[in-house]
């Protein structure tokens, strides 16, 4: 079942695409089916450029589990950085 939540928050980052690195300031994630991972549902996440096109931003297809997997490593990386390097 599909919830269609849907969260946007601002980012300050780059990525890269196919053959290039972009500028990303807009994340976008969702629960629903993928296009391409091999699952019923995932953790959709797309980070892109705000105003570029299709083609500038980064897609991230992933299981719940892998998600949240993802998201203890991130926790984990940053809580181990001292505080003055997280300005």
Known sequence: MCTYTTERVEVTGSGKGPGRWTRVDTATVYFDHPVHAMADHTLNIDLAPQGGAPGDRVALELTAQAALA??????????AVPAALKT
């Not at 993802?70 to 809580?79: E, F, P, R, T, V």
């Open 70 to 79: 993802l998201a203890d490593a991130i926790h984990a990386a940053l809580g």
